[in-house]
């Protein structure tokens, strides 16, 4: 008779969330039969929780956090709590940092590394009320209600800020991320699909409404599925193979209002207010060719980088040949098919790209095409290369004209707090362009010719110098009129 308002899965458990009745453990072994085998009650409104290891995460409302060991799932004891002094919503875990969607207070970085003894080491009060929280790659994604979605930099965790976000025509609750897309909850306004690939310019590339009286509250993503959980209009299923033009692929009628969902394979647990957990299975609609497997990892050594691209595919029809394609970070250029530009034999299990540069991050696609022309594409996976140690790369263009500018371009081995600074051949500091912490990886930086006093530094040759770990580093550019 309460309302369940969150799931979790892990394992052969689902972990609900009900709002008097604190947090309850079922097990989910016999999909057709689950059973409660445990619980905790926790005194406030239990919304949200995620689950690792021995330990669930769980979003109180008014009492905050709470870490609970459910290596007993019939017992489970709470180990740990933080006060966040606000209604906490949402929760998110990437290694031993808990980000907690705080409502009125917005994100808050918590150090779950000793669960009994959790604390706050960062901040960021978004304009809206968060509502949910997923990590990926150093950034928060916060579903901040009627302020959208707040892209948040939390690669230096201390010092959260925010430095994107998407507006909305409703109230973003939820918020899912797969490889580079956003897939939002946003309400009366459905799913929304945003390109986060740019993560400083998140872009909106697909919407799908619901049907009259749905109310997207929450979405989860697995493989190349979206499961939205649609308020009165129950669970909607999209395929999401083209993020730019999801299509409706199924539907479950619900008999109250489903908040929130989670998958594992092709089983969903669906929370649904007042008539509890839905646990379905979804059976995808069939298809005539499927990429089975597509994975990527990067290989470092001596002799240079790496990135060895595997596969399996599965057809009942001839297939033309494949295709690989490479989407560089940052770059607005898309995917490009690597190659050559040359189709590979369908025959063709892994193919290994050396064009790839330490320190940068790329993502990865396989295309399959057959022999009536059409391309079906795989899931596009990401691979960050480590650099192999600090570099300071040749500034482009070189040399460059006032106004123009130029960018600057160094690799870290780890985080390190860096100086990048501009001299001319005097010694004479003109500019500086980087002192902060950064984290690890290809990073850039621009000169627009200009000293830190927003004048032209004229015409002449100048050293850009970056220290960072201890070590020094320099190049020449030149500047012309």
């Given at each position: 008779?309460?309302?369940?308002?969150?799931?979790?899965?892990?394992?052969?458990?689902?972990f609900?969330?009900?709002?008097?009745?604190?947090?309850?453990?079922?097990?989910?072994?016999?999909?057709?039969?689950?059973e409660?085998v445990?619980?905790?009650?926790?005194?406030?409104?239990?919304?949200?929780?995620?689950?690792?290891?021995?330990?669930?995460?769980?979003?109180?409302?008014?009492?905050?956090?709470?870490?609970?060991?459910?290596?007993?799932?019939?017992?489970?004891?709470?180990?740990?709590?933080?006060?966040?002094?606000?209604?906490?919503?949402?929760?998110?875990?990437?290694?031993?940092?808990?980000?907690?969607?705080?409502?009125?207070?917005?994100?808050?970085?918590?150090?779950?590394?000793?669960?009994a003894?959790?604390?706050?080491?960062?901040?960021?009060?978004?304009?809206?009320?968060?509502?949910?929280?997923?990590?990926?790659?150093?950034?928060?994604?916060?579903?901040?209600g009627?302020?959208?979605?707040?892209?948040?930099?939390?690669?230096?965790?201390?010092?959260?800020?925010?430095?994107?976000?998407?507006?909305?025509?409703?109230?973003?609750?939820?918020?899912?991320?797969?490889?580079?897309?956003?897939?939002?909850?946003?309400?009366?306004?459905?799913?929304?699909?945003?390109?986060?690939?740019?993560?400083?310019?998140?872009?909106?590339?697909?919407?799908?409404?619901?049907?009259?009286?749905?109310?997207?509250?929450?979405?989860?993503?697995?493989?190349?599925?979206?499961?939205?959980?649609?308020?009165?209009?129950?669970?909607?299923?999209?395929?999401?193979?083209?993020?730019?033009?999801?299509?409706?692929?199924?539907?479950?009628?619900?008999?109250?209002?489903?908040?929130?969902?989670?998958?594992?394979?092709?089983?969903?647990y669906?929370?649904?207010?007042?008539?509890?957990?839905?646990?379905?299975?979804?059976?995808?609609?069939?298809?005539?060719?499927?990429?089975?497997?597509?994975?990527?990892?990067a290989?470092?050594?001596?002799?240079?980088?790496?990135?060895?691209?595997?596969?399996?595919?599965?057809?009942?029809?001839?297939?033309?040949?494949l295709?690989?394609?490479?989407?560089?970070?940052?770059?607005?250029?898309g995917?490009?098919?690597?190659?050559?530009?040359g189709?590979?034999?369908?025959?063709?299990?892994?193919?290994?790209?050396?064009?790839?540069?330490?320190?940068?991050?790329?993502?990865?696609r396989?295309g399959?095409?057959?022999?009536?022309?059409?391309?079906v594409?795989?899931?596009?996976?990401?691979?960050?290369?480590?650099?192999?140690?600090?570099?300071?790369?040749?500034?482009?263009?070189?040399?460059?004209?006032?106004?123009?500018?130029?960018?600057?371009?160094?690799?870290?081995?780890?985080?390190?707090?860096?100086?990048?600074?501009?001299?001319?051949?005097?010694?004479?500091?003109?500019?500086?362009l980087?002192?902060?912490?950064?984290?690890?990886?290809?990073?850039?930086?621009?000169?627009?010719?200009?000293?830190?006093?927003?004048?032209?530094?004229?015409?002449?040759?100048?050293?850009?110098?970056?220290?960072?770990?201890?070590?020094?580093l320099?190049?020449?550019?030149?500047?012309l009129?």
């Amino acid at each position: 008779g309460d309302l369940t308002w969150g799931v979790a899965h892990s394992g052969s458990h689902a972990f609900v969330c009900a709002r008097n009745s604190g947090f309850r453990v079922l097990d989910v072994s016999a999909p057709a039969a689950p059973e409660e085998v445990g619980c905790y009650y926790t005194g406030a409104w239990t919304h949200a929780s995620v689950v690792s290891g021995a330990h669930a995460f769980v979003a109180d409302g008014h009492g905050g956090l709470r870490i609970l060991d459910v290596s007993s799932p019939t017992a489970p004891v709470q180990v740990g709590s933080y006060a966040t002094g606000v209604f906490v919503e949402g929760v998110a875990l990437s290694g031993s940092l808990l980000y907690a969607a705080c409502k009125s207070d917005g994100l808050k970085v918590i150090d779950v590394s000793a669960p009994a003894a959790p604390a706050e080491v960062g901040a960021y009060d978004t304009p809206g009320l968060s509502r949910s929280v997923a990590i990926s790659d150093g950034y928060a994604y916060v579903a901040d209600g009627a302020d959208g979605l707040r892209v948040i930099d939390v690669s230096t965790p201390s010092s959260p800020h925010e430095i994107g976000f998407r507006g909305t025509t409703a109230s973003t609750y939820d918020v899912a991320i797969d490889s580079v897309f956003a897939y939002c909850a946003d309400g009366s306004a459905g799913l929304t699909v945003v390109d986060v690939s740019a993560p400083a310019s998140p872009t909106e590339v697909a919407s799908v409404p619901l049907p009259p009286g749905g109310l997207a509250f929450g979405v989860a993503v697995s493989g190349r599925y979206a499961y939205v959980a649609s308020g009165e209009s129950g669970l909607r299923v999209m395929d999401i193979d083209d993020p730019a033009s999801p299509a409706d692929v199924g539907y479950f009628e619900t008999a109250d209002f489903a908040r929130k969902v989670a998958v594992s394979d092709h089983t969903v647990y669906l929370a649904d207010n007042n008539d509890g957990l839905y646990v379905l299975l979804f059976d995808p609609p069939p298809t005539t060719m499927v990429v089975r497997s597509f994975s990527a990892r990067a290989l470092t050594d001596a002799s240079g980088s790496a990135v060895v691209l595997e596969w399996e595919v599965w057809a009942d029809e001839r297939l033309r040949g494949l295709t690989v394609y490479r989407r560089d970070d940052g770059s607005a250029k898309g995917f490009v098919p690597l190659a050559g530009n040359g189709i590979l034999s369908p025959s063709t299990r892994t193919y290994r790209d050396e064009t790839a540069v330490a320190g940068r991050t790329y993502d990865y696609r396989l295309g399959v095409l057959t022999e009536a022309g059409d391309e079906v594409f795989s899931s596009i996976e990401r691979v960050r290369i480590s650099a192999p140690a600090l570099a300071l790369h040749p500034n482009f263009p070189n040399p460059f004209r006032q106004g123009q500018g130029t960018t600057i371009a160094f690799t870290l081995q780890r985080d390190a707090h860096v100086h990048l600074d501009v001299f001319d051949v005097s010694g004479r500091k003109v500019r500086t362009l980087v002192d902060a912490p950064v984290a690890a990886g290809y990073r850039t930086a621009q000169w627009d010719g200009q000293n830190d006093g927003g004048e032209p530094a004229g015409s002449g040759v100048f050293l850009y110098v970056l220290r960072a770990d201890g070590n020094v580093l320099a190049r020449k550019s030149i500047l012309l009129r």
